[in-house]
Each structure stands twice: as structure tokens, then as C-alpha cells.
């Protein structure tokens, strides 16, 4: 099984980055997917969730309006599209995946498989 995330850098406040993450070992389309963030110092943090299907999506408050979260079944990725970015969205970005769909989507402990992290740093 592997979950490896990409599109992290380095944007002006106000710019946009598209993460991706491309999953392998394990039926991507039986798994509900989820972004999570942790800032240095800080522990893992719920971003996003997207259902199994693609028709459900929840996001914290803190993105809503800004954030999307999509998949592409055909390509077993999973994308979160930024947007209007802050410095305080500055942090290493985790995607999950879950087997089935869960209301346990905002815990750690309700994800099955985790990527390394991507880093997203929003500084001028």
C-alpha cells in the first residue's frame, strides 16, 4: 500500500497549489480519502473528507470557500485544490484513506493507510 503526495512549495499569501495524492496497493475506489495538516509543534489536524462516491465532501471551517477536495477513480488520486492561501495554512499535508465511508472521517484513528506529507509553506 502507498499513498505518496505531491504539488507542495512555497506560495505568496493570496497564491493557489493543487496537492495530489497517488494511491497504489489497495482498491482506491472502495475508500473514502482525506486530507489532513500538521504545523510544526502542533498535532494532525482534519482538513478535508471525501466520500467513497465523490458526492460527499466536509471541510473545517478554517477552508471552507477556499479548499476543494476531488478524486479521479481513473487515476486513483486524490486532490485538495488551495486556494486564497495564508500563512497560517502553512503546514505538512497528509493524505488518508479509509475503507468504506465513516462519520469518523475528522479522527486520525479512522483512517486506514497515510502518505509522508507534503509541505505547503505560505510566506512573502
Known amino acids: 500500500v502507498q499513498l505518496v503526495e505531491s504539488g507542495g512549495g512555497l506560495v505568496q499569501p493570496g497564491g493557489s497549489l493543487r496537492l495530489s495524492c497517488a494511491a497504489s496497493?489497495?482498491?482506491?475506489?472502495?475508500?473514502?480519502m482525506g486530507w489532513f495538516l500538521q504545523a510544526p509543534g502542533k498535532e494532525r489536524e482534519f482538513v478535508a473528507h471525501?466520500?467513497?462516491?465523490?458526492?460527499?465532501?466536509v471541510y473545517r471551517d478554517s477552508v471552507k470557500d477556499r479548499f476543494t477536495i476531488s478524486r479521479d477513480n481513473a487515476k486513483n488520486t486524490v486532490y485538495l485544490q488551495m486556494n486564497s492561501l495564508k500563512p497560517e495554512d502553512t503546514a505538512l499535508y497528509y493524505c488518508?484513506?479509509?475503507?468504506?465511508?465513516?462519520?469518523?472521517?475528522?479522527?486520525?484513528?479512522?483512517?486506514?493507510?497515510w502518505g509522508q506529507g507534503t509541505q505547503v509553506t505560505v510566506s512573502s
Open positions: 488518508a484513506a479509509k475503507a468504506g465511508d465513516s462519520r469518523h472521517y475528522q479522527y486520525i484513528w479512522g483512517y486506514d493507510y
Open positions: 496497493g489497495f482498491t482506491f475506489s472502495s475508500y473514502a
Open positions: 471525501i466520500s467513497v462516491s465523490g458526492r460527499n465532501t
